[in-house]
Structure formats: structure tokens, C-alpha cells
């Protein structure tokens, strides 16, 4: 067995056994006669082909063939919920403190927060106008751009938004990259009538009240971001439900992760609470948020788990013996 194929059996690994048992040898061979004979090792393009068969085999054959579908929908919700707060955060960065007040600013705008915003705006309005791929495009340059903001700022001395702040703007857009290629019209709308939303709701909530400072950003609206999500995330899939429609319900799971993240002032003080503590402490706020984020992603494999041994829905039939998987 030569180098290459022994690593195209480790990456076959990805899929469940009895599928590697049946079809191994016919993957794997089919990769071999298209690969370079002098190729050592197998090409991403390969290796990120093989364990997306593996993992959707593994859906397939737990019975949560409509995972696919509802995270589509959680894409779509992410987007629109990021599209709100890049928009409410693009009024706010306009209005800048004193310049008595010594605070630190970007240019014209409070930080380089700015620079995000305006990426998912521009995201938003390509989701409406040329959805597909030049959309998805936009949505991972609006997560770089933030992810940007993140590391670049600090080393570059410039004031940023603060970390609970950004942190679930890149969760959202992770998930945001799954949004439909096909949505129709009235779903394509969404996201940039929820940044007109934002924008709106920033200026007639009265940002005087909140210059230069994204505390109350943090303390109040992300919290309320969440509990709004999650409202219309639990709606939507209870509505589905009744027509045995199940993709609400796993749009509920993927979700959770960035509404615990947009919750994590919540879940913070609720920790803080329980010693009397009048706030949560910033300690408490990263070890919520480093919690979320490790248990948050765990949860859809148990769900994938839990519903294959509840009985899912029967998979697919193999192409070539017939029996479901």
C-alpha cells in the first residue's frame, strides 16, 4: 500500500463503517486513478471532498437528513441578526466624544469597529442583489474584517470595540456563510431591512446617551439581540413542527451557540450573582463566553447522536446494495 493511498484511508475515516466497509475500496480507488501517480499526500481539494461525504453519510444515516436544510435557515437568521447590529453600530460609530474628554478615536469614528460594520452592510446588500457566491464572498470578508479589527487594532495602538462585542459578530458570520444560494426575494430583503433597522433604532433610542462607549451595546443590546434570536429561532420551529417539518429544530441547535455568546453578560452575572456581585467581573465574562464556545458546538453532534438513537427517520438507500444506511 503506497503513502498516498494509506492517507486516503485515514481521511476515509470520516465516513461510518459499515459505508467504508461496502464502499472503501471504490472511494478510494476512484481517488487514486484521479490523483498524480508522483503525489505523496492527497490534495485539499480532496481531502476537504472526502470528509464532507463522510460527515453528510453520517447525517444520512442518523436520519437528520433535513440538518442540512435548517442550517441553511440559522444562516439566514445569523446574517439578518449580524446585519441589525453592524447597522445600529454604524450610527453609533459617527458620534464621536468630546474632544475634552480625551478619549481615543479613529478618524472620524469612534474605533476601528467602522471597518466591520460597513463589510456587513455590504454583505447584506449583496445578499439581496447578487445572492450566491459573490454573497458568501462578501459574508467571509465581513468576518475577516472583523476578525481583523480584533488582532490588528490592538498592536496598531488604535481603539476597537471590545471583545464581547466582536466575538459573536464573527459566530454569527461563521454561520452566516451557509446561507442559501437560492433564497427567494422576500427572505433576500432581510438582512438589509434588519441594518435600515439598526440604524434606525440607534437614532431614535438617543446614541448622545452612549458616545464614544459600547457598554451599553454590551450590557443591553446584545443581550436582548439574543433573547429576540432565539424567540424567532423557537417560532419558527414549532411552526415547522406542526407540519412535521423539522428544520426549525436544528436551526434552534446550531443557533445556540452565537446566542450564548450574545448572552454572555446574562450568563456572566447569573454566575457573579450567586456570590453578590453587584455586575459580572471581566474574568467571569471571558470564562462564560470560552464556555459557550467549547459546550455551544458540542451540541449539534449530540443532537445528530440523540436522534439516531431515538429512532430517526430511516437514511437513503446505498445506490448500490439498496439497504438504508
Same mark, same amino acid.
Given at each position: 500500500?503506497?503513502?498516498?493511498?494509506? %492517507?486516503?484511508?485515514?481521511?476515509l475515516?470520516?465516513?461510518?463503517?459499515?459505508?467504508?466497509?461496502d464502499?472503501?475500496?471504490?472511494?478510494?480507488?476512484?481517488?487514486?486513478?484521479?490523483?498524480?501517480?508522483?503525489?505523496? $499526500?492527497?490534495?485539499?481539494?480532496?481531502? =476537504?471532498?472526502?470528509?464532507?461525504?463522510?460527515?453528510?453519510?453520517?447525517?444520512?444515516? !442518523?436520519g437528520?437528513?433535513?440538518?442540512?436544510?435548517?442550517?441553511?435557515? !440559522?444562516?439566514?437568521?445569523? @446574517?439578518?441578526? =449580524?446585519?441589525?447590529?453592524?447597522?445600529? &453600530?454604524?450610527?453609533?460609530?459617527?458620534?464621536?466624544?468630546?474632544?475634552e474628554?480625551g478619549?481615543?478615536?479613529?478618524?472620524?469614528?469612534?474605533s476601528?469597529g467602522?471597518?466591520? $460594520?460597513?463589510? $456587513?452592510?455590504?454583505? *447584506?446588500? @449583496?445578499?439581496?442583489?447578487?445572492?450566491?457566491?459573490?454573497?458568501?464572498?462578501?459574508? =467571509?470578508? *465581513?468576518?475577516?474584517?472583523?476578525v481583523?479589527v480584533?488582532?490588528?487594532?490592538?498592536?496598531? /495602538?488604535?481603539?476597537?470595540?471590545?471583545?464581547?462585542?466582536?466575538?459573536p459578530?464573527?459566530?454569527?458570520?461563521?454561520?452566516?456563510l451557509?446561507?442559501?444560494?437560492?433564497?427567494?426575494?422576500?427572505?433576500?430583503?432581510?438582512?438589509?431591512?434588519?441594518?435600515? /433597522?439598526?440604524?434606525a433604532?440607534?437614532?431614535?433610542a438617543?446614541?448622545? @446617551?452612549? &458616545?464614544?462607549?459600547? %457598554?451599553?451595546?454590551?450590557?443591553?443590546?446584545?443581550?436582548?439581540?439574543?433573547?429576540?434570536?432565539?424567540g424567532?429561532?423557537?417560532?419558527?420551529?414549532?411552526?415547522?413542527?406542526?407540519?412535521?417539518? $423539522? %428544520?426549525?429544530? &436544528?436551526?434552534v441547535?446550531? @443557533?445556540?451557540?452565537?446566542?450564548?455568546?450574545?448572552?454572555?453578560?446574562?450568563?456572566?452575572?447569573?454566575?457573579?450573582?450567586?456570590?453578590?456581585? #453587584?455586575?459580572?467581573?471581566?474574568?467571569?465574562?471571558?470564562? =462564560?463566553?470560552?464556555?459557550?464556545?467549547?459546550?455551544?458546538?458540542?451540541?449539534?453532534?449530540?443532537?445528530?447522536?440523540? %436522534?439516531?438513537?431515538?429512532?430517526?427517520?430511516?437514511?437513503?438507500?446505498? #445506490?448500490?446494495?439498496?439497504?438504508?444506511?
Open positions: 500500500m503506497s503513502n498516498l493511498e494509506r %492517507r486516503y484511508r485515514h481521511l475515516r470520516a465516513y461510518p463503517t459499515d459505508y467504508r466497509h464502499r472503501g475500496d471504490e472511494i478510494v480507488g476512484t481517488y487514486l486513478d484521479l490523483a498524480d501517480p508522483r503525489r505523496r $499526500w492527497p490534495s485539499l481539494a480532496d481531502a =476537504a471532498d472526502l470528509v464532507r461525504g463522510g460527515l453528510r453519510q453520517r447525517v444520512r444515516a !442518523a437528520a437528513t433535513d440538518l442540512a436544510p435548517g442550517v441553511r435557515l !440559522a444562516a439566514l437568521l445569523a @446574517l439578518t441578526t =449580524a446585519a441589525f447590529l453592524a447597522g445600529f &453600530w454604524t450610527l453609533v460609530e459617527q458620534n464621536q466624544p468630546p474632544a474628554a478619549v481615543p478615536v479613529f478618524g472620524p469614528f469612534v476601528t467602522i471597518v466591520a $460594520w460597513l463589510a $456587513w452592510l455590504v454583505s *447584506a446588500l @449583496l445578499v439581496l442583489v447578487a445572492p450566491g457566491r459573490p454573497a458568501r464572498v462578501a459574508v =467571509a470578508g *465581513a468576518v475577516l474584517a472583523t481583523a480584533l488582532l490588528v487594532s490592538p498592536v496598531a /495602538g488604535l481603539p476597537r470595540p471590545p471583545l464581547l462585542v466582536l466575538v459578530q464573527v459566530a454569527l458570520g461563521v454561520l452566516a451557509a446561507v442559501d444560494s437560492h433564497l427567494p426575494l422576500p427572505a433576500r430583503v432581510l438582512p438589509i431591512m434588519a441594518a435600515a /433597522g439598526g440604524g433604532f440607534a437614532a431614535g438617543g446614541n448622545e @446617551l452612549y &458616545w464614544g462607549s459600547y %457598554r451599553w451595546t454590551s450590557e443591553q443590546l446584545l443581550p436582548a439581540a439574543g433573547a429576540v434570536l432565539l424567532i429561532a423557537l417560532l419558527l420551529a414549532v411552526g415547522l413542527a406542526m407540519r412535521r417539518d $423539522w %428544520r426549525g429544530g &436544528w436551526a441547535v446550531v @443557533l445556540l451557540t452565537p446566542i450564548g455568546l450574545l448572552s454572555v453578560h446574562i450568563l456572566a452575572g447569573a454566575v457573579d450573582g450567586l456570590g453578590g456581585a #453587584p455586575r459580572p467581573t471581566y474574568p467571569t465574562l471571558v470564562g =462564560a463566553a470560552l464556555t459557550v464556545g467549547l459546550l455551544g458546538p458540542a451540541l449539534l453532534p449530540a443532537a445528530v447522536a440523540l %436522534r439516531r438513537r431515538v429512532g430517526g427517520s430511516p437514511g437513503e438507500p446505498c #445506490p448500490t446494495c439498496g439497504a438504508r444506511r
